[in-house]
């Protein structure tokens, strides 16, 4: 009997002894499992740098930059740059929306005229995948608020007791012939139209408030269901249990060193695997852009923390104020494929080597010298029809691919449609004049090639020397 009980505790021991092993060296649940982060946001100035840019994150700390760190949507609207990007995703998951402010600084309009006679419109794209976005559209938010002179930093929140989406934004609308920002709201369903601005956040006297983000807190967490942060000279946060009801002042973030004169921008973000956020703010005093603050409880100002040195990092692009969102993982998928970092490349003409393809107001030609240089650089991307073929997307028209059209070439946007992806997919062979370089073959006229006639790029049969010189190109940096 001694010798069973011995031999039985040996094997206990050992079943004892591989589960602690298991314990010890099984991967993090959340690390290995969980979808990641998807953060939409600008970047800086100029026309490049204000626009639509991706990037995305598996912890919510460390973050890549998507799209090979290219913008991921241009404005081709109002002022044609965008700031302030808002990701909005509805209650059902099938539709999505960006919401940005229209404004392109020290591209055309000074931060003066932006003020003061600035744009009333925000700019929306639609998506139903995440991955194809519609044409951009203008939504005039501020026009009918009397006197009201821009229209800043927009967010959206699904509102459970109206069953639509409180849409907020900053105005200027003077007092006494000086600046002052309010925070207004409207109510929308489809980001199209919208009721009467109404009045959300007011500071009293001159006191301006400009940017505005909402949390909602999950059951049994701090003390309100819905928490936000402002900036209004200190970045302050407010609790409520109604979105349209009565805010309650929690503090700010001054005893953690953070004012509104230093930060701005605020942009919440919940992390996957627990009860604990991060409360992203721009450090546009400084141009470092975000730095997250960690809290495990946003309604009690005491429990916020700046960082420790070393445990976040932004990527190689300046992440400046946007918003983020959770993703699942089909979302993931999507998105990852869809802008994954695929190089910008030229097509170079092999009987005109000074030569590059190029689109110009959005015609499609060869040229020399071509400024910008990016109007002549194309990610090639897996064809739009599917694998084994190859499609030409712009790099600073993303979205953008080149189509033929009755035989002749334009950049167009992708419309998601069977007929676009069947226009805009080639498949890349052994150069007709040299096996070294590389024609591209119509999907859909498989008896027609890619090729320039009188400089401009055509899709035409091809049959004599001529013909392979002018459809032959080598693909490069």
Same mark, same amino acid.
């Given at each position: ?87 909005? @995703?509805?209650? +059902? ?8 402010? +229209? ?13 003061? +006679? ?25 026009? !009918? ?22 849409? %907020? ?12 920002? @309010? ?19 007011? @500071?009293? =006297? ?24 402002? #900036? ?22 001054? =005893?953690? =060193? ?70 699942? !993982? ?8 869809? %802008? ?38 194309? @990610? ?35 419309? #998601? ?61």
């Amino acid at each position: 009997m001694s010798a069973v009980l011995s031999r039985l505790a040996a094997v206990l021991a050992a079943v004892a002894l591989l589960l602690a092993g298991q314990v010890l060296t099984a991967p993090d649940r959340a690390a290995a499992a969980d979808p990641g982060q998807l953060m939409a946001h600008f970047i800086g100035e100029g026309a490049t740098g204000q626009q639509i840019y991706f990037s995305h994150s598996t912890d919510g700390l460390h973050w890549n930059d998507l799209n090979g760190g290219g913008m991921t949507l241009r404005s081709t609207v109002g002022t044609r740059g965008v700031r302030d990007p808002a990701l909005v @995703r509805s209650p +059902d998951g099938g539709t999505y929306w960006i919401i940005a402010t +229209d404004l392109c600084i020290d591209c055309g309009q000074t931060w003066s005229q932006s003020i003061n +006679d600035g744009s009333r419109n925000l700019v929306v794209w639609e998506s139903t995948d995440l991955v194809t976005w519609s044409q951009p559209w203008l939504l005039n938010v501020a026009g !009918a608020i009397p006197d009201g002179r821009n229209a800043w930093a927009p967010e959206a929140i699904w509102n459970p007791a109206t069953h639509d989406y409180v849409l %907020y934004w900053a105005t200027n609308k003077p007092l006494n012939g000086a600046t002052k920002h @309010r925070i207004y709201y409207a109510r929308t369903s489809d980001f199209r139209s919208i009721t009467t601005p109404q009045t959300y956040i007011e @500071r009293p =006297g001159t006191q301006e408030i400009i940017d505005t983000q909402i949390v909602e807190m999950p059951a049994g967490v701090g003390a309100y269901r819905y928490v936000r942060a402002s #900036g209004d000279g200190q970045i302050t946060l407010e609790g409520s249990n109604s979105i349209l009801g009565t805010w309650t002042t929690l503090g700010n973030l001054s =005893g953690i =060193g953070l004012t509104g004169s230093q930060v701005e921008g605020p942009m919440w973000m919940k992390f996957r695997d627990r009860d604990e956020w991060t409360l992203y703010l721009d450090q546009y005093a400084s141009g470092r852009g975000y730095l997250p603050v960690l809290t495990t409880d946003p309604t009690s100002t005491a429990t916020y923390r700046l960082p420790a040195t070393g445990s976040y990092h932004l990527g190689g692009t300046k992440k400046r104020h946007g918003s983020i969102l959770p993703l699942t !993982a089909a979302e993931e998928t999507r998105v990852l494929a869809r %802008y994954a970092n695929t190089p910008g490349n030229r097509l170079q003409s092999f009987n005109f080597q000074d030569r590059y393809v190029r689109h110009a107001n959005l015609d499609a030609r060869i040229d020399a010298n071509v400024s910008p240089a990016d109007d002549s650089r194309f @990610r090639i991307r897996p064809g739009l029809t599917g694998s084994g073929t190859v499609s030409f997307e712009s790099v600073n028209f993303p979205g953008y691919f080149l189509r033929h059209s009755d035989y002749d070439f334009q950049l167009v946007h992708n419309d #998601g449609s069977a007929r676009f992806a069947a226009d805009a997919t080639f498949r890349q062979v052994a150069g007709l004049a040299d096996a070294g370089w590389s024609s591209f073959q119509s999907y859909n006229h498989p008896d027609r090639y890619i090729r320039h006639y009188a400089y401009q790029l055509r899709l035409d049969p091809i049959t004599d020397a001529t013909g392979r010189g002018d459809a032959t190109f080598r693909v490069t940096s």
